[in-house]
């Protein structure tokens, strides 16, 4: 082992860990009060899981629960191991609360009767420039249910009252839905669907649908990217979910910064795509699901998001027959990428 890191992190005040040969090595002081205990000569698959222990990227970050306690580690390679980086989650921003969630679902109902009053209004009258305007309306009309959406579920999670209504359902053909979906907005990106696996499994179709979109929406907005893949794969004991891009990737000093909720600086260049709720709302459903989400990125050449599904669930009850829907709508569309779909997507050929 190289001596000066440790050195460093000895005096760090953030968690941290080394590991060599899949064990660790090393465990600073905030690290052994974080995880409760002295983990040094613990492999890393005891602390952390075999998903996380078998990962062979040369960095990453992953969200994962000490307990019931969220938190993220950042993996970064080093000769023999790595530097394994904690950082826990705080308490929910105060912002993120009930109040807020009904003050917003009130002026949002509002929002979306008057769009469709005006709409039949142009319609009726054939005002080409009302129906422009309309469309731009109904458009921030679903971005902002778009984060309604995610802010009530994060909220929920947060209250340790997100519950699933998961049952056997077909994820393969929820990605292709979708994929096929997407497509005709984005002509100057190309989707890669690689279904290997995922035919039937227990989960919360609602909730894989609230993940994907999530995690497409990232890609098409913040990624500037030519290429999106999309893969299902298998293993005896989960399904993994795959969605990477050839974008521009994340700076390593931001990396950390990735699961956080309501961090973006006020740069103008950032308004208006989003507040940062997409990938800690993508999390808590691979949580739900008993998952792990992986995250990997590197500047000019793309990032790589990777979940895993549980194949130890045991079927709820399901409360309606499609309820939560298995097949992919319209809606689903309209709302889990608002942020990036035009105008068109919001007119009534789309809407009715």
């Known amino acids: 082992m190289i001596q000066s890191p440790l050195d460093v992190l000895m005096l760090s005040g953030e968690a941290a860990l080394c590991t060599e040969g899949g064990l660790i090595r090393f465990a600073n002081q905030p690290a052994r009060a974080l995880l409760g205990r002295d983990v040094v000569g613990l492999s890393v698959r005891e ?29 970064s390679r080093l000769e023999k191991g790595y530097l394994i980086f904690l950082s826990p989650e705080t308490d929910g921003s105060a912002i993120l609360n009930d109040p807020l969630l009904f003050s917003l ?7 979306g009767i008057a769009a469709d009053s005006l709409r039949s209004y142009a319609e009726q009258h054939e005002d080409a420039a009302l129906r422009r305007s309309t469309a731009a309306l109904t458009s921030c009309y679903y971005r902002i249910l778009r984060q309604v ?105 931001q990396l950390h910064r990735a699961f956080d909720r309501y961090r973006y600086d006020f740069d103008p260049g950032q308004m208006g795509r989003g507040p940062g709720l997409g990938l800690s709302a993508a999390r808590g459903v691979a949580e739900l699901h008993g998952g792990t989400l992986l995250l990997e990125s590197r500047p000019g050449k793309g990032t790589a998001v990777r979940v895993t599904f549980s194949r130890s669930l045991s079927p709820g009850e399901r409360l309606l027959e499609g309820s939560g829907g298995e097949g992919f709508t319209t809606r689903d569309l309209l709302i889990g990428l608002a942020d990036c779909l035009p105008e068109e997507a919001f007119t009534e050929k789309y809407l009715d």
């Open 149 to 253: 959406e995610n802010i009530g579920f994060v909220i929920s999670l947060f209250k340790g009252e997100a519950a699933l209504s998961a049952y056997p359902c077909d994820l393969q053909r929820l990605c292709i839905d979708t994929v096929e979906a997407i497509q005709p907005f984005f002509t100057r990106v190309e989707f890669d669907l690689v279904p290997e696996g995922g035919t039937r499994i227990v989960a919360d179709p609602a909730l894989f649908k609230l993940l994907l979109n999530n995690l497409l929406a990232n890609c098409l907005v913040h990624a500037d990217c030519r290429h999106i893949r999309v893969r299902l794969s298998e293993t005896p004991h989960s399904l993994l979910l795959s969605v990477t891009d050839d974008g521009r990737g994340i700076p390593p000093e």
């Open 105 to 111: 679902r009130s002026s949002l109902m509002n929002l």
């Open 47 to 75: 602390v952390f899981g075999g998903e996380l222990a078998s990962v062979q990227a040369a960095s990453f970050i992953a969200a994962f629960s000490l307990g019931a306690r969220p938190c993220t580690a950042r993996f």
